[in-house]
């Protein structure tokens, strides 16, 4: 066992179980080459038909693969030897350190005794010297008298027989304790001898695999132990012998040895790039892009560089390698580039590229004013690069520093026109995750980043095409990879966009649609916490927005030609949808808060339509129904994805479900009238009984039915007057079908199903919004007001609540919104705090029961 | 489908080229077989990691560690060759069939 040791004595460490399964692993990789050496070997054989130069090429590759692996099988026996030999000593070793260890613990244990019988002895000797020099005492007194005391003398004898005693038992210890001693030191010295042996041990099998990794199959091909070629490749690479890699595969090498000829590299580039030293810029050009995609080259040639001279490089090899040529774009010096950033991509992806590399890389302890001089040819580099290669959080820092930060000083001159890195953002769209970075991410002021990318609006000259592609990459293409990320760049852009929306170019608008359909249940919830703030429901991992945000949005989309109608859609296929799954369950609370979701939802829509059909009435002259448009489209979109999953849904529709959304009446119902509203929770009911039949609660017949002309009572279907044909549903599962009337049925399914939350959620939202666009005012309290108290209305100043009695003093108010009601409180100095409420009802602030 | 008929091959200059795609393409198969099993050998050493961690001499474990990363590396290395044989030898049976089949379109 590790770690056991006791006076100096130490067991050599290791697990010779452990090692000897090594062993085998080692034989039976042995036996598993030798296979497919023989394997190999065979296939020349079975091609001896095989004519021509290609045949030869063959035969030449298979006979080195196959004479490397079997030199391979040799040396893998040879480690299985040394790893069970290793095994073997270790195993003898322990086991005679853990002897040794018993023995010194056993003679320990005597050196203890004999110590302790040594100490046991003295003082008896002590005690028996005392009582001997009080018998003589005794002895002397007693002869100056007379005759000694034959009792002292008695006494003197017995003192003096009992000193010898002890004396004798401690010359016995002394002598155990001596023989003991030497024992230990035996122990030891065969402890320390079974160390010795283990440390001989493993020297010996240490050097057998030192010598098992220079016998390779490969480093039979290459001629040589990754060791000995990676000094010998350094060596030359030094010498500027750029032939050394031929025909060496860099992965064969030690990190450390690729991270050395790495750095060589990136000293002959720090020359070529003045045009000076042995190695042209495009040369070295064409050697890195052999290792463009390797970690440890990678790492190894940008550290050595270090960001500031990486960034130098990166002015250089356009200002001296191209001169005069086209421009930073110039195919020839993107090509020449294009090596040099895609091993930065690679570099910025390893956790082995030094700390201040970015920060160095951008300059960042110049000012942005210095810095922006050299934005174009830090664009173009990276662009000469796979997007997707970078890193996401360096591409990311790259784009705050090329769009970002030389918006946030707008003195900063030269001031930067965004147009001009419309396609860098275009580019950074193939890294959704740094496009995430960036919409997630704040500028030095601490601003949103997509604040400034869209309050530059109109004078994209792309139709927004860049920043469409960039907001859909970081929001919708990062979904499956980064939800978290991505939901946090969908949050900016949604609370961002109601500010600049109405200046944003074309296509960039076309994201923000994708965005909705992406957080779609972010903006439900928003709605189901308004109206249902109590219930607690979930948010999930969704997008955090408050009703205002998420109705702002909405408001924005639906009040753009451009996106309404697809946003409409969103909305009206959520909703149907939540409708439909709503019916299908038998969870009474579950089904509950699908149906609340859905409502809220068509309300905040509806609602936020409405406002948007206000604004744009100012700037149209052809005022277009916009109201109408919402209810009817996103109706008919949630009832048509139900009716689609109906068998014979094409007959229903034409039975009328589709008029039975009259979205005149839905538009008065979310503006103001109750009738109206009531005859939008109708529909509801009937998307609630679509969504019976198709999950096959209900037949189909029923939506027939409920649409017949004056079919109140009951329904014949074939009209024959017949009662068989009246509609027989087994409701209460008793195996006879009950004759149904429509009543019955209507009456049943809305008891049944709860399709009540849904209407509830919408009267909910109603009233919560006309209360915030109609604030009771002090007057509308007169009536509430108790007794002791009255309204003073002056129509030239603020009206005034006083006290009845005395010198009906006037007494301080304040009012506040409640929800959907209104409460008044008086600050009575003597009868302190006392509320009172109001609540709307016909449309008038009344006093609340 | 032997190319040269009774052994005699074509002639290109002076270059005889003589083929029977079928073995080509059996050869391939056997190849890019045997580069599988140097991929499972390696992933079989990284089992005898725990030999080197029971070593107890840390020389020893890293020089065992060292040697099964060597061995992997060039397992790895072999397993690509063999591999690219194998794939090269399929290729070469599709090529030989094709181009044989195409040089002459059938009347």
């Keep these: 066992m590790a770690g056991e040791s006791f006076a100096g004595i130490k067991v050599p460490e290791g697990e010779p179980g452990a090692v000897r399964q090594a062993a085998s692993i080692f034989t039976g990789a042995a036996g598993g080459l030798q296979d497919v050496a023989s394997g190999l070997q065979a296939v020349p054989n079975a091609l001896s038909d095989w004519r021509g130069p290609a045949s030869a090429s063959f035969r030449g590759a298979t006979i080195t693969n196959g004479a490397a692996l079997q030199a391979g099988v040799e040396a893998m026996r040879d480690a299985a030897r040394a790893a069970r030999e290793y095994a073997e000593e270790l195993e003898t070793a322990q086991r005679e350190a853990r002897q040794a260890i018993k023995a010194a613990k056993e003679a320990q244990d005597r050196i203890d005794q004999a110590q302790t019988d040594i100490a046991a002895a003295q003082t008896a000797q002590s005690q028996a010297a005392m009582r001997l020099d009080a018998a003589n005492r005794r002895v002397a007194m007693s002869s100056m008298t007379g005759a000694p005391d034959a009792g002292a003398l008695a006494d003197v004898s017995a003192a003096g027989g009992e000193i010898a005693a002890a004396e004798g038992a401690e010359a016995n210890a002394r002598v155990r304790l001596e023989r003991a001693q030497d024992d230990l030191a035996e122990a030891q010295r065969r402890g320390n001898d079974a160390e010795e042996a283990a440390r001989q041990a493993a020297r010996r099998a240490g050097a057998a695999f030192s010598g098992l990794s220079g016998s390779t199959p490969a ?133 082995e590229l030094r700390r201040d590399f970015t920060d160095d890389f951008l300059g960042t302890d110049l000012p942005i004013r210095d810095r922006i001089p050299g934005h174009e040819q830090l664009e173009s580099f990276i662009r000469a690069g796979d997007a997707a290669g970078y890193d996401g959080r360096f591409l990311a820092r790259v784009g705050q520093e090329l769009m970002i930060e030389p918006q946030v000083d707008v003195n900063a001159p030269p001031h930067i026109e965004l147009s001009e890195r419309q396609d860098f953002m275009e580019f950074m769209a193939g890294n959704p995750e740094a496009s995430g970075l960036l919409l997630a991410g704040l500028d030095s002021n601490g601003h949103a980043n997509v604040a400034t990318l869209m309050l530059y609006g109109p004078r994209y000259t792309d139709d927004g095409a860049g920043l469409g592609s960039m907001i859909e990459a970081g929001t919708h293409g990062l979904m499956d990879d980064d939800r978290g990320l991505a939901l946090r760049a969908s949050e900016h852009v949604i609370k961002t966009t109601p500010t600049f929306a109405e200046h944003l170019p074309a296509q960039a608008k076309d994201a923000l649609v994708v965005v909705l359909d992406d957080n779609v249940a972010g903006f439900e919830h928003a709605a189901v916490q308004e109206a249902w703030p109590e219930r607690g429901y979930a948010l999930g991992q969704n997008v955090d927005l408050t009703y205002d945000e998420a109705s702002e949005y909405l408001k924005a989309l639906l009040g753009d030609e451009r996106t309404h109608d697809d946003t409409v859609v969103i909305v009206g296929t959520r909703v149907g949808d939540q409708i439909f799954d709503a019916t299908g369950f038998d969870d009474g609370a579950r089904k509950s808060e699908l149906m609340e979701r859905a409502g809220s939802l068509q309300e905040m829509t509806t609602l936020a339509g409405i406002d948007a059909d206000l604004d744009q009435a100012e700037s149209e002259a052809a005022a277009n129904d916009l109201k109408k448009k919402i209810a009817s489209q996103a109706i008919d979109a949630a009832g048509g994805k139900i009716l689609g999953r109906i068998p014979g849904s094409g007959e229903i529709i034409g039975a009328g479900l589709d008029r039975a959304f009259a979205t005149d009446q839905v538009e008065q119902a979310l503006v103001a009238a109750r009738e109206g509203q009531q005859d939008a929770e109708e529909q509801v009911r009937r998307l609630v009984m679509a969504g019976e039949v198709a999950h096959g609660q209900l037949p189909g017949e029923v939506l027939r039915a409920l649409d017949a002309p004056g079919g109140v009572e009951s329904y014949d279907f074939n009209r024959d007057g017949d ?18 009337r429509e009543r019955d049925l209507h009456d049943l399914v809305i008891a049944e199903h709860n399709d009540n939350a849904a209407v509830s959620s919408m009267q909910q939202l109603e009233e919560l919004q006309y209360a915030r666009e109609n604030p009771a005012g002090v007057g509308d309290f007169e009536d509430a007001l108790p007794d002791e108290y009255h309204l003073d209305r002056d129509w030239f100043s603020d009206d005034e609540i006083h006290r009845n009695d005395g010198d009906e003093p006037e007494v301080e108010y304040s009012i506040e919104r409640d929800r959907a009601d209104y409460v008044l409180t008086l600050h009575d100095p003597e009868r302190g705090d006392i509320r009172v409420r109001v609540t709307r009802e016909n449309g008038e602030w009344v006093p609340a029961p | 489908m032997v190319w040269s008929g009774s052994g005699k091959g074509y002639l290109t200059g002076a270059m005889l080229i003589e083929a029977r795609p079928d073995e080509l393409s059996r050869a391939g198969g056997a190849q890019t077989e045997l580069a599988g099993r140097l991929v499972e050998i390696s992933g079989r050493l990284t089992g005898a990691m725990s030999g080197s961690s029971g070593a107890g001499d840390p020389g020893l474990a890293e020089a065992v560690a060292s040697a099964i990363q060597s061995w992997q590396a060039s397992l790895a290395m072999l397993s690509d060759s063999v591999g690219g044989i194998g794939a090269n030898l399929s290729g070469a049976s599709t090529a030989y069939s094709v181009t044989d089949e195409s040089a002459i379109p059938a009347g």
């Design chain 1, 219 to 351: 480093a039979a091909i290459l001629g040589g132990s990754p060791a000995l070629l990676g000094a010998r490749t350094i060596g030359r690479l030094r010498a500027g012998d750029y032939t050394a890699l031929r025909g060496l595969p860099l992965n064969y090498l030690s990190e450390s040895d690729q991270r050395t000829i790495a750095a060589i590299v990136a000293n002959d580039v720090r020359e070529a790039q003045y045009g000076e030293g042995d190695q042209s810029i495009g040369d070295l050009s064409d050697f890195v892009e052999r290792y463009q995609d390797d970690d440890e080259f990678a790492t190894g040639f940008y550290n050595e560089l270090g960001g500031s001279e990486a960034s130098q490089l990166m002015f250089n090899v356009g200002n001296f390698a191209e001169p005069g040529g086209g421009g930073w774009d110039d195919p020839g010096l993107v090509a020449l580039m294009a090596p040099f950033a895609t091993l930065l991509g690679t570099a910025t992806r390893s956790r």
């Design chain 1, 723 to 740: 009662d068989d044909d009246f509609l027989q549903v087994d409701r209460d599962l008793d195996g006879r079908p009950e004759r149904i």
